[in-house]
């Protein structure tokens, strides 16, 4: 791996969320965790990790819950980037809630909220360095990735954004058509979890929160992105990578 020309505004810090239980994964998630399943070859979460360093990250914050010492071992010769890790054994938080309890760990500058089933092909550009170009704490406290839903593989259902220009998101409350899915990456300020609740929760609700206050834009990812809910979809993905 080499890093690439990075924006000199490129967040150094990200989270890897790897706690869930992968139960819509199963049974491939029976005896391992979602981060550990493969695709083309590599396991998610080497591919996640590859993608942040390669983006100009540095620390990357890895939280466990289900089968956590599987990632452990796994992760345990890797020296790039840094990983330390956010324990959950006890209570698994949601994807919220293990931020929140991750943010001592992540410091006070913006940093990547990164999926475990997150999974794309870049296009013409970086898409992690167009999020960094692009992103602008002034006024925003969240950038998303965002799928036009043709480009959204295996992705069944009505989209999660409308986008006006800009990039200024509204979420598909309705749950009518909307032209944009959410690709499971975010670039984000320390100050979207302000005030957060406690426990377990889904970012959802501080997404909306930023939106009502004007501070959520997404970005449009130009290239496929693919998504990895269930086996059927991780081998349709596979098949669409090996005939590409």
Sequence with gaps: ??????????????????????????????????PLIEVAGKPLIDIALDTLADAGVELVVVNLHYRG????????????????????????????????????LLGGAPFFVHNCDSFWRDGIADALQNMSAMFDPARMDALLLAAPLGKAVGFDGPGDYFMAPGGALKRNVAKTDAP???????LCHPRLFA?????????????????RAGRLFGLVHDAPWFHLGTPGALAATEQLLANS
């Excluded at 944009?180 to 975010?186: A, L, T």
């Excluded at 426990?199 to 909306?208: E, I, P």
Aim: with cysteine; hydrophobic share 35%.
């Design 180 to 186: 944009y899915v959410y690709c499971g990456v975010m």
């Design 69 to 104: 010492q599987m990632i452990r071992d796994h992760l345990r010769a890797r020296r790039r980037p840094q990983i330390i890790y956010s324990d959950e054994s006890d209570l698994l938080l949601g994807p919220g809630g293990g931020v929140v309890k991750a943010l001592p």
């Design 1 to 34: 791996m080499s890093a690439k020309n990075t924006p000199a505004s490129a967040p150094t810090t990200a989270m890897y969320l790897a706690a869930g239980l992968g139960e819509r994964m199963r049974p491939l998630t029976n005896d391992r965790p979602k």
């Design 195 to 211: 005030n957060a609740p406690s426990g377990a929760f889904s970012t959802v609700q501080l997404w909306d929160r930023a939106e």
